[in-house]
């Protein structure tokens, strides 16, 4: 007889980015060619002086456990880099290294949340954050922010989403899926309901250097006074130095809560990689150029995505101020047949999509926002190129 799943694993969602990625490779395995445009993850190679670090780090036999929160260097590297960029005081006891920004949203939520808390979360939303939170036996309260206003949350609508039961606020600036960035003021405003509601606010700033020209990315915690131990920050070098698989995130937040999810993390994974640990100390010590000419080209495939998104009748997209995704209001071609098949939703639109011109995104019900599709620019401009052919051809 199977085992029977826990009720609370049961009722989550897979994730639909690494599906619909599961979905693209099979069909390479195939022998198809595949424009995959779902996953958040930058094309480029790590770079190379990363890379050797780790070698270095493994010939010199940091190949052992760390201190279950992370290594002393690496801690202090954070709490530089913030006081650096954004004029932040932090002590390194109050930054909790993980296996990767996911793992430390659920270090976050695991040691704040108890059953039946709730936690306003603005959509479209990173496809974890839901799932996370109900983990915890927490309530995530999504908000449906509108694309008129760039997918931000507005100050009505968190006045509006508060209980007494609310707990947190959890903002992603700049946003997966949108790329919407909040500003300085903006994100002053909710602050201040922020205190006045006695709410911590959880700040995803994992695209904070992924920042495109007129646009401005202010840290969470320097918008007010005294916002330090009310904001827990979540970062890591996945997005900014295309390290996603080497699995380092971390946390910035009040001595407590730190010291709490490092006792946590120890019992849970014990210490991240410690060869990766090393790896992301070099990121973020060493030369920052690569940093920059990762985005030099971002940004030209942001003016391509831009371009051809407006020259396919019926699509648009809100601005995108940071990171590398495009949120497709594809509402104008849902509720018609293409090829016989007939599509009412973004789910089936994006198989279609994938099925019959080999186009991976993902579809927006999966970020709490129906009637839209993310595609990913984090690929080569002939990948974007042959993709968005197949995009028009596909709705016309």
């Given at each position: 007889m199977p085992p029977t799943i826990s009720r609370i694993v049961q009722a989550l969602e897979p994730s639909a980015t690494m599906a619909m990625a599961a979905k693209a490779k099979e069909l390479k395995a195939s022998g198809k060619t595949v424009f995959d445009l779902s996953l958040g993850e930058p094309d480029f190679t790590t770079p190379q002086h990363i890379c050797q670090a780790a070698l270095e780090a493994m010939e010199a036999g940091h190949t052992h456990y760390t201190v279950p929160s992370g290594i002393p260097e690496l801690k202090k590297a954070i709490v530089d880099q913030y006081r650096e960029l954004y004029g932040l005081e932090y002590d390194p006891s109050q930054v909790v290294v993980s296996n990767g920004a996911k793992h430390s949203l659920h270090n976050v939520f695991t040691a704040l949340l108890d059953p039946g808390d709730e936690v306003i979360i603005p959509a479209p939303y990173w496809v974890s954050y839901a799932e996370l939170v109900k983990l915890t036996g927490a309530v995530p309260v999504i908000v449906e922010t509108r694309q008129e206003d760039d997918f931000k949350l507005t100050l009505e609508q968190f006045?509006?989403?508060?209980?007494?039961?609310?707990?947190?606020?959890?903002?992603?600036?700049?946003?997966n899926p949108t790329g919407s960035m909040y500003s300085p003021e903006e994100l002053g405003q909710l602050a201040d309901l922020a205190i006045e509601s006695?709410?911590?606010?959880?700040?995803?700033?994992?695209?904070?250097?992924?920042?495109?020209?007129?646009?401005?990315?202010?840290?969470?915690?320097?918008?007010?006074?005294?916002?330090?131990?009310?904001?827990?920050?979540?970062?890591?070098?996945?997005?900014?130095?295309?390290?996603?698989?080497?699995?380092?995130?971390?946390?910035?937040?009040?001595?407590?809560?730190?010291?709490a999810m490092g006792s946590l993390q120890s019992q849970q994974t014990s210490n991240p990689c410690s060869i990766s640990q090393y790896a992301a100390l070099a990121a973020l010590t060493g030369p920052q150029d690569c940093v920059e000419l990762m985005l030099t080209e971002f940004t030209k495939r942001r003016a391509f995505v831009t371009q051809r998104i407006g020259e396919i009748p019926g699509l648009t997209c809100a601005e995108m101020g940071g990171a590398f995704y495009a949120f497709i209001n594809i509402r104008e071609h849902l509720g018609r047949e293409y090829n016989g098949v007939q599509i009412d939703d973004s789910s089936t639109w994006c198989l279609e999509l994938l099925a019959q011109q080999n186009v991976a995104t993902v579809m927006g019900s999966a970020f709490g926002a129906e009637g839209y599709a993310r595609i990913s620019f984090a690929t080569d401009m002939n990948n974007l190129t042959a993709a968005f052919e197949r995009i028009?051809?596909?709705?016309?």
């Open positions: 006045r509006a989403a508060l209980t007494d039961k609310t707990k947190l606020l959890l903002l992603c600036s700049p946003s006695d709410l911590l606010v959880v700040a995803d700033e994992i695209y904070d250097r992924l920042v495109y020209p007129g646009h401005t990315f202010a840290s969470f915690a320097t918008v007010r006074p005294d916002l330090g131990d009310r904001t827990v920050i979540v970062n890591g070098v996945s997005k900014t130095y295309a390290m996603t698989g080497w699995r380092i995130g971390w946390t910035l937040s009040a001595a407590n809560l730190a010291k028009e051809q596909f709705v016309a």
